[in-house]
């Protein structure tokens, strides 16, 4: 009876009590090592979500700051996770005073201070002072005096406090997040608010993720695959790829089919600290049990408590082993997941976490662990590794566009930048699908390699600020450093770009063996193994010899990370060795385009491909810093790349350095300086290219004024402009203006470089093509034949150039041969045409005649009237003997006929008005049988024919 009036003022306590009863209150980082856990563990015991509020746990669709103030008024117990953040944040110390304010005013209310790498000496007096003159503010502005000084009367009330209190002594957030549970599970039932919902099942301890899964089906079956075969995988990926998303799902799919009976289990390292106390071993086997034991004490099929929770580590862990061996025994199967293990890399336990899991492993018949990891190591020697790659275009695409209206185009440059990872891809299209209207701004802000203009309170930005504090956490300082500078690159880069920016040198990788290709090349796979970078084309056994040897790309979510550890001065630095490595890239692309031949264009394109980004980058890097580029060795550095991509056709590339240059070189040695006329000669070649002609000609006009100025009317470089300004006229076709400026150009280049220099073989080239469009070909054919055997002793026979003069050459010639063919018969058809025009003068039709239109010798044509005898043919005509020519009137007979006209034999002709019979045809002419004539119409057997009117009988 007792029992039940207990249970019975507890129901209406608890129906008198509306809104959250425990309130978790902290500032960023504590929420993943530590609020989570707690929040987990108070679930897994019993208590109802609805009684706890932390943040997006149990946030609803509104405004956060009306729902936390209802959680704070119906708060009966305050977990406060003090951190150096909790104390210098605005929101966090407003949760502070609220609860203090309950207290003074003895409300039921108990606080649970947890201490995180705090004291209570900090928080009170010059400790408090020091910590707010030395805190780095950031983009939030310190407090008004006003404000800090109710802060340090709020901290100091909260270090008088004389409850419970708690901190990071035991050495690991686990433990940490296990005590405080216990305490707060023990004030629940003292104040008899706790709400206790039997045993859970063993799934419900799993989250899936089914809404990030787009265009994941195939890789979750092959973790399937492997977890049935293996029992044993280590799943890798980068921040935000989505590791835990496909691990969880191919699990749930696994236990929904009845694999594991038992349940599957997760396990988050996040947090994993080792104490003094604590050897690394110890301290991995005590996370995993916490975390395991508070999750089978409410499992049904879990552990059995009968004389209350065990408190130690020690036995946690060996009742865990114990439940492993019962389900050996049982034939049940189970699973556990260990998520982010890379954490036990900066506690140093990352070996012993390896041998803590080989360690379970000897319950494989039983067991199947599934570990998820940014880090791809083989410390796990038997379990097998799939990596979580980046989602495919179409996916990220679809992905990103999700509820936005955008184009495709919009979509692909969204998901380009960012690389496929999902995490990068869900944030963008979250914050755009609340302000469409800013689409735009994002687009410009990707396509310029800008920071994107997206709030701080944007989830992008919290998991940038998460990504932050993990690098922080697992590099030392030069790592973290040369992840710093290689941010710089807007895509990828490659081995040699990542030596310059480390400053070891181009040569230390591309060339001899060296300490600087060792270093480089330790650092880019320590960082690769991190996830931190991507090799591509990992999976090809040869893949393609690019020069700068292999390329490597880091995911956008980590330039934006990485690039925060930049200082003013570094990333100036950093901004320098980018352009000069950018730079230095034309001579790798002139290598491919005439070293090697054409089997190099394909390397040479990739090349060019795989290069674009930063090329673009170089340009928009001048535009906005032109200060840093003044000097005249840049304007000639700008030159080369910019001759090359003119080369490779990449016009707009190409325009913008010429045009840098041109500015450069006005701008330091004036607007009359050879280089200036170098850069105008140059710009003006590359808007001729790009059929700019009105833009290219005053360039031309002014290159040569300066050089003639400068250099004189008989230098090489005059000439060069001369023979510019030349091609553009009569690319315009003023063929009259261009034709002595040609020759004068081709005059000096004689004259100075003489009759065989390539330069010379151009010019004359360029002038017999000017002859030939005026149609002077007589003129222009000995100029190309001088060209070709010019560059025909300087080149190899099947050089572009020498192939391309050969073929002018040849067209030349045809239409020389047509031109003298059409000369020769309208000759001949001229002198016929006068004969033809005065028919009784045949000596001129005869002399009109050309000699070589007959072999024959001339004969006198026949008088008129008079018919040409047999006699009068040449002998060669035919090799019968001469005959008279039948009489008027006669009819030839078959003897008449030669003897080889026909091999049958002579016949007589039929008479007049009477037809042949069958019989009297050749017997070759036809197959058919002998016929009789046919009948005449209506006529009788035997009756003459009189008519033309036939039917056939056959």
């Not at 997760?266 to 110890?282: E, H, I, Q, Y």
Request: charged share 25%; net charge neutral; with cysteine.
């Amino acid at each position: 009876m007792l029992q039940e009036k207990q249970q019975l003022t507890m129901l209406q306590k608890q129906q008198q009590h509306t809104g959250p009863v425990v309130y978790i209150s902290h500032a960023g980082l504590e929420k993943k090592f530590l609020a989570d856990t707690i929040y987990r563990t108070l679930v897994s015991r019993g208590v109802a979500e609805s009684q706890i509020f932390l943040d997006d746990h149990s946030m609803r669709a509104g405004l956060f700051y009306p729902q936390s103030e209802q959680a704070l008024a119906s708060a009966k117990i305050g977990i406060l996770l003090l951190s150096k953040d909790f104390v210098t944040r605005e929101w966090p110390m407003r949760e502070l005073h609220a609860l203090l304010e309950k207290v003074v005013e003895q409300e039921p209310v108990e606080l649970i201070p947890v201490f995180c790498q705090l004291t209570t000496a900090d928080l009170k007096g010059e400790g408090l002072t020091q910590l707010y003159d030395t805190h780095d503010w950031g983009k939030s502005r310190r407090p008004a005096p006003d404000v800090e000084e109710q802060w340090r009367r709020d901290l100091q009330k909260l270090c008088a406090y004389q409850g419970h209190r708690l901190d990071q002594s035991r050495g690991f957030h686990g433990m940490l997040a296990a005590d405080v549970a216990m305490l707060t599970l023990n004030l629940l039932e003292e104040k008899g608010l706790q709400v206790v919902v039997g045993r859970r099942a063993p799934q419900a301890f799993l989250r899936r993720y089914t809404d990030q899964l787009l265009g994941r089906d195939e890789l979750v079956e092959r973790i399937k695959i492997e977890l049935l075969s293996k029992r044993a995988l280590l799943l890798h990926g980068g921040a935000g790829v989505g590791k835990t998303s496909v691990g969880m799902e191919a699990a749930a799919q696994l236990e929904e089919q009845g694999h594991f009976s038992a349940g599957t289990f997760m396990v988050d390292f996040k947090g994993l600290r080792v104490a003094d106390s604590f050897n690394p071993c110890d301290a991995v086997k005590a996370h995993i049990a916490v975390a395991m034991y508070m999750q089978l004490l409410q499992c049904e099929g879990g552990i059995q408590a009968r004389d209350g929770a065990l408190r130690a580590w020690e036995e946690q862990w060996g009742a865990l082993l114990s439940w492993l061996s019962g389900l050996k025994r049982q034939g049940r199967k189970a699973l556990l997941a260990f998520d982010d293990a890379e954490e036990a890399i900066p506690a140093g336990a990352a070996y012993d976490l390896a041998s803590v899991l080989e360690e379970l492993r000897q319950y494989e018949t039983s067991t199947t662990l599934l570990v998820m990891s940014r880090e791809n190591t083989g410390r796990y020697r038997s379990f097998g590794v799939l990596e979580v790659e980046p989602l495919t275009d179409g996916f990220a695409q679809a992905l990103v566009s999700a509820g936005i209206t955008m184009t495709d185009r919009d979509a692909q440059i969204l998901s380009s930048y960012c690389g496929g990872n999902p995490l990068m891809l869900t944030g963008l299209a979250s914050f755009m699908r609340r302000r469409p209207h800013r689409l735009q701004e994002v687009i410009l802000a990707v396509q310029s390699h800008a920071e994107l203009p997206l709030t701080g309170k944007s989830g992008f930005k919290v998991h940038v600020a998460q990504l932050i504090a993990w690098l922080n956490a697992f590099l030392d300082q030069h790592d973290k450093d040369s992840v710093a500078q290689l941010s710089t690159f807007p895509d990828s880069f490659s081995t040699s770009g990542a030596a310059a920016m480390l400053d070891s040198g181009i040569d230390a990788v591309v060339g001899a063996a060296g300490t600087g290709q060792k270093d480089v090349e330790d650092t880019l796979r320590r960082l690769c193994s991190l996830s931190i970078l991507r090799r591509q084309f990992p999976n090809l056994l040869r893949p393609l010899d690019l020069p700068g040897g292999p390329r490597y790309t880091m995911p956008a979510i980590y330039r934006a990370a990485a690039h925060t550890f930049l200082t003013p001065e570094v990333e100036t630095l950093a901004q320098q060795k980018f352009a000069q490595f950018v730079v230095s890239i034309a001579s790798d692309l002139r290598k491919c385009r005439l070293d090697q031949g054409a089997f190099m264009l394909k390397p040479g394109l990739e090349l060019l491909s795989s290069e674009q980004q930063n090329l673009q980058k170089l340009t928009r890097l001048i535009a906005s810093d032109f200060s840093m580029f003044m000097t005249a060795s840049w304007a000639r550095k700008l030159n080369a790349p910019a001759c090359e991509l003119q080369a490779w056709r990449q016009l707009a590339e190409a325009e913008q350095l010429y045009i840098h240059a041109l500015a450069i070189n006005e701008k330091v040695l004036g607007p009359k300086h050879q280089s200036t006329a170098t850069s105008l000669n140059d710009l003006g070649g590359l808007f001729q290219t790009q059929g700019k002609l009105a833009e290219a000609e005053p360039l031309y006009i002014r290159a040569l004024a300066i050089r003639e100025e400068l250099l004189g009317p008989k230098h090489p470089d005059t000439a060069s402009s001369l023979f510019g300004l030349a091609s553009l006229l009569q690319a315009k076709g003023k063929l009259a203006e261009a034709e002595p400026l040609c020759r004068r150009a081709l005059t000096i280049y004689e004259d100075v470089l003489g009759p065989m220099h390539p330069r010379t073989a151009q010019a004359i080239s360029t002038l017999a093509s000017l002859l030939t469009q005026q149609g002077n070909l007589a003129e222009a054919e000995p100029l190309y034949r001088r060209a070709l055997a010019i560059m025909e002793a300087q080149a190899s026979p099947h050089h572009p150039h020498v192939l391309m003069l050969r073929e002018k050459h040849d067209s030349v010639l045809r239409k020389l041969e047509q031109c003298h063919e059409a000369r020769r018969k309208q000759s001949w058809f001229t002198r016929a045409w006068q004969a033809i025009t005065d028919p009784l003068d045949f000596n001129a039709a005869a002399e009109a005649q050309p000699a070589d239109f007959t072999d024959d010798p001339p004969r006198k044509p026949p008088k008129r009237g008079e018919a040409s005898a047999s006699e009068a043919l040449p002998a060669d005509f035919t090799d019968d003997p001469p005959r008279k020519p039948p009489k008027r009137g006669e009819l030839t007979d078959g003897e008449a006929l030669p003897a080889d006209f026909t091999d049958d034999p002579p016949r007589k002709p039929p008479k007049r008005g009477q037809l042949p019979d069958r019989e009297a045809l050749p017997a070759d002419f036809t197959d058919d049988p002998p016929r009789k004539p046919p009948k005449r119409v209506g006529a009788s057997d035997g009756a003459p024919v009189t008519s033309t009117r036939y039917i056939h009988t056959s």
